[in-house]
């Protein structure tokens, strides 16, 4: 059963780098049918794709956060990251990582979801 | 970006009702469409993917329909764990969700 896991700081400060990583097990980050996402979701919200990277190494961002969103990939530790900077108050969410398929492009494993607060 | 609306926004209905959610794209989008399921505090759920298929291990009272622009999520013979927010998500283009649409059951 593949499992993922979201880590990294619960509280980060207007202006700083918000950065979250993905540990996944039960299942080989490496296979070339699956990408590995993120997604986040303000406290009575709905969701927000931001963006994926594939085993090639290949990434897609969505246009909104293109400009301040770095996801990467370390096959070595089973991991995948996610680096948003200049972050504001607008960044406050539930950040949930997934597994998508790369045909369907739907997200068949998540994360239970952390959230990150940014507040000074 | 493609837009996705779903309608309606929320709903109620009975147990051992039968309901349906309607998603519509902003431009066509063929079958690349997914519909996910998040109860309160927990991460969303893969319904249906592709538009039409059933994800493994979801009741097959769960079914979706649909293709270009228009889709619909139909929940036959509804129960109280349906209770939920749904959500649209295309994957044409870099992935949109909808809005979502939440079911009360009464």
């Known amino acids: 059963q593949v499992q993922l896991q979201e880590s990294g700081p619960g509280l980060v400060k207007p202006s700083q780098t918000l950065s979250l990583t993905c540990t996944v097990s039960g299942g080989s980050i490496s296979s070339g049918s699956h990408c590995w996402s993120w997604i986040r979701q303000p406290a009575g919200k709905g969701l927000e794709w931001i963006g994926r990277i594939c085993t090639s190494g290949g990434t897609n961002y969505s246009p909104s956060l293109e400009s301040r969103v770095t996801i990467s990939l370390d096959t070595s530790k089973s991991q995948f990251s996610l680096k948003l900077s200049s972050v504001t108050a607008a960044d406050t969410a539930v950040y949930f990582c997934?597994?998508?398929?790369?045909?369907?492009?739907?997200?068949?494993?998540w994360g239970q979801g952390t959230l990150v607060t940014v507040s000074s | 970006d493609i837009q996705m609306t779903q309608s309606p926004s929320s709903l109620s209905a009975s147990t051992g009702d039968r309901v349906t959610i309607t998603c519509r794209a902003s431009?066509?989008?063929?079958?690349?469409l997914n519909w996910y399921q998040q109860r309160p505090g927990k991460a969303p759920k893969i319904l249906i993917y592709?538009?039409?298929s059933l994800q493994s291990g979801v009741p097959s009272r769960f079914s979706g329909s649909g293709s270009g622009t228009d889709f619909t999520l139909t929940i036959s013979d509804l129960q109280p764990e349906d209770s939920a927010t749904y959500y649209c998500?295309?994957?044409?283009?870099?992935?949109?969700f909808g809005q979502g649409t939440k079911l009360e059951i009464k």
């Open positions: 997934a597994r998508m398929n790369y045909g369907s492009g739907s997200s068949d494993y």
């Open positions: 431009q066509s989008i063929s079958s690349f």
């Open positions: 592709a538009a039409s």
């Open positions: 998500q295309q994957t044409y283009r870099t992935p949109t």
